[in-house]
């Protein structure tokens, strides 16, 4: 297959298990190269672990990953890391090492999957931390930074071995929404600029709506709806509306309704 053919990543009847428990059922969609992709769901509904199979992080049950035309899911480890060298990662929780400075954590993919010289991955560690808003901040520690800060450090880690595609795990998580606006347009930034492909899980509607090209909407395990977010905010699935107009399901409501008579007793038993 053309490696430069307009789908990057095709997961096709993906199947994940943790035991007998079916995480992911038959989940089947195609990435466009350059595109915003939204991973989107409620909590459980198998997110992380789709991010994880595409990164590599895991191996499924069954069913096939391909990464430029080529099986992902049916590589060796050696091809696989070969792969992953082209793919960023950015993590919830930003994964910077505490005890090394933003460059050495930025330089770290370079130093240790290429051959620059220090000279040569110093400037590329540079030029990354600018990119983010980063620079300048070279010697201080992740302690020393903001959350917003750590999740920009995170990014610029992530591009350094200038991948085709960079994948966000909840990248707005525990951020206010003025710092978290500003990541979501860094990311635009990014995919605009470099023609990236990104990946993004998340639940945050204020972020999909920002960023998404694509929106993939994950239901227990599977996919509900695919399409632009204008197109999802119009359709007729149950849950895809429900998700989208942010109405509590039925069992909150009786839920609500049982601690209301259960209120109700005891007034009239304090009567």
């Known amino acids: 297959m053309d490696n430069k053919s307009e789908y990057i990543i095709e997961v096709r009847d993906l199947v994940v298990k943790y035991g007998e428990r079916t995480v992911l059922d038959g989940v089947t969609f195609r990435v466009r190269r350059g595109e915003t992709f ?25 069913g096939q990953i391909l990464i430029n035309g080529q099986d992902f899911t049916a590589m060796s480890d ?3 890391i070969e792969v992953r ?14 005890s090394m400075s933003l460059a050495d954590n930025v330089a770290l993919p370079l ?20 990119l983010v808003g980063l620079g300048g901040f070279e010697d201080y520690l992740p302690s020393e930074l903001s959350g917003g800060m750590k999740k920009r450090a995170g ?25 978290a606006a500003g990541l979501d347009m860094l990311i635009r930034k990014m995919q605009s600029t470099f023609n990236l ?19 993939c909407m994950l239901s227990g395990g599977q996919v509900v709806g695919m399409g632009t977010p204008g197109t999802l905010e119009q359709s007729d699935h149950p849950f895809v509306r ?12 009786s ?3 049982y601690i209301r008579s259960l209120m109700g007793l005891d007034g009239e038993a304090n009567s």
């Open 78 to 80: 050696e091809q696989r």
């Open 155 to 179: 990014l610029a880690r992530a591009m350094a071995m200038d991948p085709e595609i960079i994948f966000y795990d909840e990248p707005s998580a525990g951020l206010d929404p003025i710092v």
């Open 111 to 130: 130093r240790e999957h290429t051959r620059l010289a220090d000279s040569t991955i110093e400037i590329q560690t540079k030029i990354k931390l600018a």
């Open 255 to 257: 839920r609500d309704e």
């Open 197 to 215: 492909t990104s990946v993004v899980v998340t639940h945050e509607m204020a972020s999909v709506k920002l960023i998404a090209d694509t929106v």
């Open 38 to 62: 939204v991973i989107l769901g409620g909590s459980g509904c198998g997110k992380s672990t789709l991010l994880r199979n595409l990164a590599g992080l895991m191996r499924p049950h069954s």
């Open 242 to 253: 429900q998700f989208f107009e942010r109405r509590p399901d039925e069992e909150s409501d």
């Open 85 to 98: 060298k082209k793919i960023g990662m950015c993590f919830q929780g930003s994964a910077l090492f505490n």
